[in-house]
Nanobody
Framework: QVQLVESGGGLVQAGGSLRLSCAAS????????MGWYRQAPGKQRELVAD???????YYAHSVKGRFTISEDTARNTVYLQMSSLRPEDTAVYYC??????????????WGRGTQVTVSS
């Protein structure tokens, strides 16, 4: 069983920064991709950013230029550096890892989430 443990959330003022961490219980190169999702109250969970094996990244339009996803394979950890935070970034942030077992089967793992609150 894979465990993903997020940390680094908290309360920050608009314009501030936070760094989220996601520690995996197994080698992160076995997942493709790993990413961060968020869910605000009353809204659907949305993909914020992900990183694939080989290092290619994706960012949602709303965070491009402000958030950076990175990984440390030695620590089996994925990070989300968030800068220039806005009140609309307030959400629970979830770490996600996907692992393809075969062409028709994909395993999907989730952390429990970490709250990020941005005050105006």
């Amino acid at each position: 069983q894979v465990q993903l443990v997020e940390s680094g959330g908290g309360l920050v003022q608009a314009g501030g920064s936070l760094r989220l961490s996601c520690a995996a219980s197994r080698a992160i190169f076995s997942f493709d991709p790993m990413g961060w999702y968020r869910q605000a109250p009353g809204k659907q969970r949305e993909l914020v950013a992900d990183i694939s094996v080989g290092g290619s990244t994706y960012y949602a339009h709303s965070v491009k230029g402000r958030f950076t996803i990175s990984e440390d394979t030695a620590r089996n950890t994925v990070y989300l550096q968030m800068s220039s935070l806005r009140p609309e970034d307030t959400a629970v942030y979830y770490c996600n890892a996907k692992r393809r077992i075969n062409p028709s089967s994909l395993e999907d793992y989730w952390g429990r989430g970490t709250q990020v609150t941005v005050s105006s």
